[in-house]
């Protein structure tokens, strides 16, 4: 392959990653808690955008179960999350390792 070819696929993968990165703060997973009674939406830069919580969850006197379940959502939204961005990111770069990119991304 000579090396202009190359520039250019280069150039193009990089605006791809660009656009895919984009396209992950518009992109949303829900991680889930208590058979959905937390709901956590998480977009592809691991923001979290919203938390959702069923009344049945609101116990006064057991806050500490109320704490465990938003928690676990979280992490499973972020996990989620996680997964969408190696996943898009993987689709642009197969599994070729580029510096710069978080790690585990790929």
Known sequence: MNMQKMMRQMQKMQADLA????????????????GGVVTVTVNGHQDVQAIKIQP???????????????LAAV??????????SASE????????N?????????
């Open 75 to 84: 992490n499973d939204g972020l996990r989620k999350s996680r997964e969408l």
């Open 89 to 96: 990111i993987e689709k642009v770069t197969g599994k070729v």
């Open 56 to 70: 049945e969850a609101v116990d006064p006197e057991d806050v500490d179960m109320l704490e465990d379940l938003i």
């Open 19 to 34: 656009r895919v990165q984009a396209e992950l703060e518009e992109m949303t997973v829900e991680g889930t808690a208590g």
């Open 98 to 106: 580029l510096p710069g990119l978080p790690p585990g991304l790929i």
